[in-house]
């Protein structure tokens, strides 16, 4: 994805939030719509039903208003009279009712012409009431004959009929609409739901593709990077603000790299810069040496000392590769093979490799605290050669006979390896990197035996140090912090 359409984090949470604020609207929209449907057809379905009720109210009481009339003028009861009277109050109030729930033109036509039926039979008994020859029997026994009433209220049963008609098609409208609405409904009701999936999926596929793939990418990355992979590029994709989190961390990786080199090459020379004079002095000084010797042999008198000058010769040139080979085991980079082993065991081995050492010099190991039951997390070839050189040196330096005092002690957050021999110490403090830390007195010594234990011992994230201000001997300190170590069960 290009810089130029690369979308930020705020625009993909904006959209979100959009999308979010349309999936309300549209529930809402459709939950508003759906109540407002069936509010509405609720409504019409109780006018329309209301409407039934008050039309067969009106005609009820329209044919009890009759018998009244007919009570009142052939059986001559007075209470008819009041009986009548009420029921065209009632009928007025049932057709006041129905004008006001109607709705529609139709409607009202419909209402009127019922009433204006209505009003000719309340005409026709009114009639009745008012002439005085109706009284006769003969007119009494006319209005009881069955088809006299149906005369009278024939074209308001017509009336009656054509408006059931009208509310009878609108009901017949409504429940169509139903239908239809209960037909579609399972297609519309799932609108939302499958609006709030499609965003559901958009969202978590936008969000994976330009955020959290790109920075899982980024994470990852840095991890590289802080391993020491500086040349390691991330990838700049996905939203703004992780691209540019992405290519800060690459620019950083990028100066971190051409410091480091500029660093390395500063060490490089400053390392040169110590090697060089110590190679000079230690190779310098066995050339001379040897150049003497070989001058010395053009005036040798006999053969003895023509071959005790070659023997000098030859012990010199094996004195310098060994040290050489020891300059470069020091330069050698070390990988430690890492394992458990107790400090016991270790100095075991490292005593064991200079038994002849000891029985020639008759020195006398005292050890103290070897029942100690830690193991150490170590590469026991490479500490075995720091523990070799140390005691190789505390030999040396001890006189015949003398002792040599080996202690395992346990500090709070360390176990230290002590080693304190009975010579007359060292005229100098070693110090971590000195290739050079003061002259060998060992006829066979290569004098880096002290640095190649030094490195080894940091190398494992142990501290070595040396303790020259005692009245006699001198003592080395191998210190293991405690979160090296594992207890033995």
């Known amino acids: 994805m290009s810089r130029r359409h690369q979308r930020s984090l705020r625009t993909l949470i904006f959209r979100h939030e959009i999308a979010i604020l349309l999936l309300v609207a549209v529930t809402g929209a459709i939950g508003a719509s759906s109540a407002y449907f069936w509010q509405q057809n609720s409504a019409q379905s109780v006018r329309i039903n209301a409407m039934f009720f008050f039309t067969e109210q009106i005609r009820g009481e329209m044919y009890a208003q009759i018998q009244e009339m007919i009570r009142a003028r052939v059986l001559e009861e007075t209470d008819a009279f009041e009986a009548y009277s009420e029921h065209s109050r ?26 204006l039926a209505y009003r000719e039979i309340q005409g026709d008994m009114n009639n009745l009431f008012n002439d005085p020859y109706i009284a006769n029997r003969l007119a009494r026994i006319q209005i009881l004959e069955p088809q006299f009433a149906q005369r009278m209220v024939g074209k308001f049963e017509q009336r009656y009929q054509e408006f059931k008609t009208v509310l009878s098609e609108q009901h017949s409208e409504l429940d169509t609409t139903l239908q239809a609405w209960t037909r579609f409904a399972p297609f519309i009701i799932p609108i939302p739901l499958l609006i709030a ?27 590289e990077i802080r391993q020491g992979e500086l040349k390691h590029k991330i990838d700049e994709s996905g939203v703004e603000e992780v691209s540019n989190l992405a290519t800060v961390i690459n620019n950083m990786a990028n100066e971190l790299s051409e410091k480091r080199d500029a660093l390395i090459e500063n060490e490089r020379q400053a390392a040169l810069g110590s090697l060089v ?34 023997n000098e010769i030859i012990q010199t040139i094996d004195r310098l590769g060994r040290w050489v080979s020891a300059l470069v085991s020091y330069l050698h980079p070390l990988k430690p093979n890492l394992t458990e082993e107790t400090p016991v065991n270790l100095l075991n081995a490292a005593l064991g490799l200079l038994r002849n050492k000891l029985s020639e010099k008759n020195i006398n190991i005292i050890k ?33 006979g003398g002792d040599i005092t080996i202690s395992l002690t346990n500090p709070e957050d360390y176990i230290e390896i002590r080693i304190i021999d009975s010579g007359p110490g060292l005229p100098f403090k070693p110090k971590p990197g000195d ?43 191998v210190a293991a912090p405690i979160h090296n170590l594992v207890k033995i069960n």
């Open 368 to 400: 103290q605290g070897w029942d100690n039951n830690h193991k150490l997390t170590v590469d026991p070839d490479l500490m075995e050669q720091a523990l070799f050189s140390l005691l190789a040196n505390a030999i040396d330096a001890s006189p015949k």
């Open 435 to 477: 290739l050079e830390p003061g002259p060998s007195t060992k006829r066979f010594g290569t004098g880096l035996g002290i640095p190649i234990a030094f490195k080894i011992c940091q190398k494992h994230g142990w501290n070595l140090t040396f303790n020259t201000e005692l009245k006699q001997g001198t003592e080395a300190i």
């Open 197 to 223: 999936i499609i965003i559901v999926i958009y969202t978590r596929q936008v969000m994976r593709n330009d955020f959290i793939k790109p920075i899982a990418r980024v994470i990852r990355g840095a991890h």
């Open 90 to 115: 009632s009928i007025s109030e049932r057709f006041n009712e129905l004008r006001r729930r109607s709705r529609s033109r139709e409607e009202d036509l419909a209402i009127q012409e019922l009433n």
């Open 277 to 310: 004079p110590v190679v000079a002095h230690n190779i310098r000084n066995p050339l001379a040496s040897i150049r003497a010797t070989a001058q010395l042999l053009e005036h040798a008198e006999n053969q003895d000392e023509i071959v005790e000058s070659k």
